[in-house]
């Protein structure tokens, strides 16, 4: 089934938080499976945070698009 998922990262200094990632969710164990088109999103936005030497930065799906 369709949800929503939250991906955390913790990176040297920097705590990453992406909220509200379109998701699909196992009926059976309720296991959450981030496309590989929307974890590419999440891992560029982690990195330019990790750049920008931010010691924590949330984030949310629902402002991007």
Known sequence: KKGKSVF??????????FKNIPSNI????????????????????????FEKELKYDLQDWERLY
């Open 8 to 17: 955390r990262l913790t990176e040297g200094n920097l705590d990453f938080v």
């Open 26 to 49: 196992c009926k059976d164990c309720g296991e959450e499976y981030i496309s590989e088109e929307n974890t590419k999103v999440v891992l560029q936005k982690a990195h330019e945070s």
